[in-house]
C-alpha cells in the first residue's frame, strides 16, 4: 500500500545512526519481520528513486495529551550514508513522508524446539528487532551483534528487554568482546549441537561468513539482503542476486524485492 506517513520522532540513537518513528495505517499492523518499505525521502525530484529500509518495530503510539487518539506506527532504523539518508537526518516530527509497504517476503519463524540465533550489525539489526519480538514468543532467543566499533552496535538494551541473551563484538574491542562476532556464534553452535537456526542481516562479508558456517554444520539459515533497489515491486530486475546454481553459461538469479529480501542461506550463490 502506498501512504503519506508523519514523523513523530527523528533521533541520533549513535554516530550516524538514527531511529525515526512514523504513523501507519492501521493494516500495516500486519507487516511481517523481515518485509521493508520504500520511502519518497524528498517532495522534489532529487533523489528521484525511493529508499528501501527495513521495519524496525510496529506498534501504537499514544500520545501525552488527554483525549488525544492512540496512533499505529512503524519504525526504521537507518544509517546516513549518502544524499537520501542525510535528508532523511534533517526531517523532524510532522513532516510528512510517502511510503510504500510492507512490501517482500520476511522471515519464516520455524518451529518452538530449536534456539534461535539473531546474527546482525549495524542496520543490519533494523529488521531483526521485529523478528526477535516474534521469536521470543515461541523459543530461547540470542542475538550476536558485531560492527567495527560500539558505534555499530545499536539498541541492545531494547533486545535485552524482550528477554533475548546479547552476545557483542567489535574489531576494536570498544565493546565487547574484540574480534568477529561469528567466533561467538560458532562457539554457541557448538554447545547446542546442531539444534538450532540462524537468521542474520548485515554487511555482504558477514552474510557470507555466517552461510557458509550454516552449511558446514547442516544449520537452516535465513539472510536478509540489503542491495540496491530502484522500484522495491519486481518492475526494474535492478536488485537482482545470484542463486545457488548461477553461472555464465546457466544464469539464475532471484529478484530480492519480490523474491525476499529474506532468503535460504542455500538458495543463494555465495563466494568460496
Ligand atoms: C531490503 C533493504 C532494506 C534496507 N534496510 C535498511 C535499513 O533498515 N536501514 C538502513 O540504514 N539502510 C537500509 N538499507 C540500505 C539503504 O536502502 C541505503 O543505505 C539507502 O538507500 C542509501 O540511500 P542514500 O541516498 O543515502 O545513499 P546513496 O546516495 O544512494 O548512496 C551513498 C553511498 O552508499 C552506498 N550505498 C547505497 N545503498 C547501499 C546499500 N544498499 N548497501 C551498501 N551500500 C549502499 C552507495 O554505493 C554510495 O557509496 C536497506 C536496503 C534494502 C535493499
Ligand atoms: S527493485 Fe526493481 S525489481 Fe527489485
Known amino acids: 500500500m502506498q501512504f503519506t506517513a508523519m514523523i513523530l520522532s527523528n533521533a541520533e540513537v549513535s554516530p550516524g545512526y538514527w531511529r525515526m518513528r512514523l504513523t501507519a495505517p492501521q493494516e500495516f499492523a500486519s507487516a511481517r519481520p523481515g518485509q521493508f518499505v520504500m520511502v519518497r525521502v524528498a517532495g522534489a525530484i532529487d533523489p528521484l528513486l525511493r529508499r528501501p529500509f527495513g521495519i524496525f518495530d510496529v506498534g501504537i503510539h499514544t500520545p501525552a495529551q488527554s483525549g488525544a487518539v492512540a496512533q499505529p506506527y512503524f519504525e526504521m ?24 509497504g510492507p512490501l517482500g517476503k520476511g522471515f519464516n519463524l520455524g518451529t518452538a524446539d530449536e534456539e534461535k540465533l539473531i546474527v546482525g550489525g549495524g542496520v543490519g539489526l533494523a529488521p531483526l528487532y521485529l523478528l526477535a519480538r516474534e521469536l521470543v514468543q515461541q523459543s530461547t532467543v540470542r542475538l550476536f551483534a558485531g560492527g567495527r566499533t560500539r558505534d555499530d552496535i545499536l539498541c541492545i538494551t531494547e533486545f535485552e528487554r524482550l528477554g533475548v541473551e546479547c552476545y ?33 542481516c548485515g554487511p555482504h562479508g558477514m552474510l557470507n561468513a555466517v552461510a557458509t558456517i550454516a552449511a558446514d554444520r547442516s544449520i537452516p539459515c535465513q539472510v536478509s539482503l540489503e542491495g540496491y533497489m530502484a522500484c522495491g515491486v519486481g518492475a526494474c530486475l535492478g536488485c537482482v542476486a545470484p542463486g545457488q546454481g548461477h553461472s555464465t553459461e546457466t544464469p539464475d538469479f532471484r529478484c530480492v524485492c519480490t523474491d525476499g529480501p529474506v532468503f535460504e542461506s542455500g538458495e543463494l550463490k555465495w563466494r568460496d
Open 77 to 100: 532504523l537507518y544509517r546516513v550514508v549518502g544524499k537520501g539518508t542525510a535528508l532523511l537526518a534533517t526531517l523532524h516530527e510532522t513532516d510528512l513522508l510517502d511510503i510504500l
Open 168 to 200: 557483542t563484538a567489535t574489531e576494536d574491542g570498544s565493546l565487547g568482546e574484540q574480534g568477529l562476532v561469528t567466533e561467538a556464534l560458532i562457539r554457541r553452535l557448538d554447545a547446542l549441537k546442531g539444534r538450532a537456526t540462524i537468521y542474520a
